[in-house]
């Protein structure tokens, strides 16, 4: 009898669960707003305390100054609850990726769709959302997602000219090693 009441209890938090994250913007375009958040979350930023407590317009700049500081500029100066088109989504991703500068759009989805996963599809169509989720959450694009923007401020990009398939390199630093200097006692 417990058996059978754990179960039913498992089943139908399951089905609350699942119908509250359904029921989270899947027919509604995706706003600046909730794009801004979901790429914070992919790479796991943190904000600033208190940030939640703040109006919707002053929370956004707060995202867009935060992503900005680790190179990613997009959202600045963007209307919080303007919509997001696809092609914004990959030029965004792309962005974060690291890829070479100068590329058009095309070759920007078609870099994202063959190296991480992302559909082809209309850049002008303006993706939910829960689709955006499901782009930005696969592994591959997850991956190079954090894999871009941790090298934002650890490894120079690479050369902008060259067909790196937007691969950071590795950029060694030259430095001149300061002498060790020991106080010997005689002993």
């Not at 030029?91 to 070759?107: D, H, M, R, S």
Request: glycine share 8%.
């Amino acid at each position: 009898m417990m058996k059978t009441f754990s179960i039913l209890c498992i089943a139908a938090i399951c089905m609350l669960s699942a119908g509250t994250i359904a029921s989270a913007n899947t027919t509604q375009t995706m706003t600046n707003m909730e794009f801004a958040e979901l790429v914070i979350k992919t790479l796991g930023i943190e904000l600033p305390a208190g940030s939640e407590d703040l109006s919707q317009v002053e929370y956004f700049e707060v995202m867009s100054n935060v992503l900005a500081v680790g190179g990613i500029d997009d959202f600045i100066g963007k209307e919080a609850d303007k919509t997001v088109t696809f092609g914004e989504l990959v030029a965004i991703v792309y962005e974060i990726v690291g890829g070479p500068q100068g590329t058009n759009l095309k070759w920007k989805l078609a870099y994202l769709s063959t190296h991480a996963g992302v559909p082809l599809q209309n850049l002008n169509n303006v993706p939910t959302l829960a689709e955006a989720m499901i782009i930005l959450n696969r592994p591959a694009c997850a991956t190079l997602m954090a894999e871009g923007y941790s090298s934002r401020s650890l490894l120079a990009r690479g050369n902008p000219n060259t067909t790196g398939q937007g691969a950071p390199s590795f950029k060694l630093e030259e430095t001149t090693p300061e002498p060790i200097i020991t106080t010997a006692s005689p002993g």
